[in-house]
């Protein structure tokens, strides 16, 4: 069945710090792929997606390249904030768009 | 638009009771998808419901049901409640099946608690 890799965390960073969450996926066929977040005490909110090889994903600063060879879909942002605190989940719809899969999710904590 | 809208959002129940959670999706959005996310495991998926019928479903037991409502709201229910089913219930709505890329639009959760 389709699946989604990504690191628990916590990962903790500085302000202004370059952030790299790795995500890899396995799936049958061509899926979509996503990236949510979830601040505390909150649902998920889509951060950015993308649906077919190398379309980049990007909002609010953040990035995400899908890598078909590599079957990756890491999430970037070149300079953290505060407010960027949050899990982070990596996500994949497949070919019938009937589900969802979710990595674990990753706790991000931006020191100042 | 007001978004996803989950009642209630803290329950507390007791081990072997029921409980029914409710989801009212954005307007407009016939499907339902509801997930259980807990500290170890993440989020689950536990079942979808398209203009009332249940498109697919996870792997979890049968105290695990769920409804959808002619108006699109969806009702989740958990009979004989065990201590592991505490957890986040969230659940998501999306628009047309069909759509490339399917975004979800998630509610607050339900924070199920069960002593």
């Known amino acids: 069945g389709d699946s989604v890799t990504q690191m628990e965390g916590p990962v903790t960073l500085s302000e202004e710090a370059f952030l790299t969450i790795n995500c890899t996926y396995t799936a049958t066929g061509y899926p979509s792929l996503f990236w949510y977040v979830q601040y505390p005490g909150e649902g998920l909110q889509l951060l950015l997606k993308?649906?077919?090889?190398?379309d980049k994903g990007s909002n609010k600063g953040f990035e995400a390249t899908y890598r078909k060879e590599t079957t990756s879909f890491h999430l970037e942002k070149g300079s953290v904030q505060v407010s960027d605190s949050a899990v982070y989940f990596c996500a994949l719809s497949d070919l019938g768009y009937q589900k969802v899969t979710f990595g674990i999710g990753t706790k991000l904590q931006v020191i100042p | 638009k007001a978004g996803v809208t989950q009642t209630p959002r803290y329950l507390i129940k007791t081990r072997g009771q029921q409980v029914t959670l409710s989801c009212s999706p954005i307007s407009g959005h016939r499907s339902v998808s509801w997930y259980q996310q807990t500290p170890g495991q993440g989020l689950q998926f536990l079942f979808e419901y398209f203009s009332e019928t249940q498109r697919n479903k996870g792997n979890f037991p049968g105290r695990f049901s769920g409804r959808q409502f002619s108006n699109s709201r969806s009702e989740m229910n958990v009979s004989t409640l065990e201590l592991g089913d505490s957890a986040l219930y969230l659940c998501?709505?999306?628009?047309?099946?069909?759509?490339?890329?399917?975004?979800?639009?998630f509610g607050p959760g339900t924070r199920l608690t069960v002593t």
């Open positions: 993308a649906t077919k090889a190398d």
């Open positions: 998501a709505s999306s628009t047309r099946e069909d759509q490339p890329a399917r975004e979800q639009y």
